[in-house]
């Protein structure tokens, strides 16, 4: 199955920094989604970004299909923005997540 | 409101117990999945289903069975042959295959 990398493994912020997460994956995708899992499991939908840049409030993302990465930027970083964040890589009629990463935003 | 309802929320099992989770959603979606998170782990697909009266295994679907008589339906049991059940259950369904998933709250299944 397809290998899903993510860096860093954890992360922690100061309020108002801002940061960006990596995915790396093993093969060539038809669909990739960014998380974010809240502290009682729900998992929230940010972007489905097979490809190119897509921007929602103070995250961004971008996709580069053919060297296949994906990064997802936060600024400003609010203490709500703690969880973790998973990138989710579709092939083969399913999709195989990464470990995550662990953000932790401090006041 | 539309959306991916999943129960109970905590659920807990005897061994050599069988227990089934329910999924349920009003999005008329046409596939629909099941995922097993341990603690600090991703997802990992155990069974998905494209359509009405089909289903697929996933990664990890020994222990665990799964029926899709309806398309907002799709209950998951964890039979007494899982060995180790105790995790996260999150079921997801999206538009067709390739296309954006969107999860319910899951359930948290323990051992008694």
């Known amino acids: 199955g397809i290998q899903v990398e993510q860096s860093p493994p954890d992360l922690i912020l100061q309020e108002g920094a801002n940061s960006t997460l990596r995915c790396n994956f093993s093969?060539?995708?038809?669909?990739l989604q960014w998380f974010h899992q809240n502290p009682w499991g729900q998992l929230i939908n940010l972007f489905y970004i097979p490809s190119g840049t897509k921007q929602n409030g103070r995250l961004s993302a971008t996709t580069v299909a053919t060297e296949r990465y994906s990064l997802l930027y936060i600024s400003s970083s609010q203490t709500t923005d703690s969880g973790v964040y998973f990138c989710a890589v579709e092939g083969d009629y399913k999709l195989s997540f990464g470990a995550g990463t662990t953000v932790t935003v401090r006041a | 409101d539309g959306g991916i309802t999943q129960s109970p929320k905590y659920l807990f099992r005897k061994e050599g117990q069988n227990v089934t989770l329910s999924c349920e959603q009003n999005l008329n979606h046409d596939a629909m999945y099941w995922y097993r998170q341990d603690p600090g782990q991703g997802l990992r697909l155990i069974y998905y289903?494209?359509?009405?009266?089909?289903?697929q295994k996933g990664d990890i679907a020994e222990g665990y069975s799964v029926s899709r008589e309806k398309k907002e339906s799709f209950p998951l049991t964890v039979t007494s042959a899982q060995k180790n059940p105790t995790a996260f259950y999150l079921c997801?369904?999206?538009?067709?295959?390739?296309?954006?998933?969107?999860f319910g709250d899951g359930t948290r299944l323990s051992i008694l």
């Open positions: 289903s494209q359509i009405v009266n089909d289903f």
């Open positions: 997801a369904s999206s538009n067709q295959v390739n296309q954006p998933q969107h």
């Open positions: 093969d060539s995708v038809n669909n």
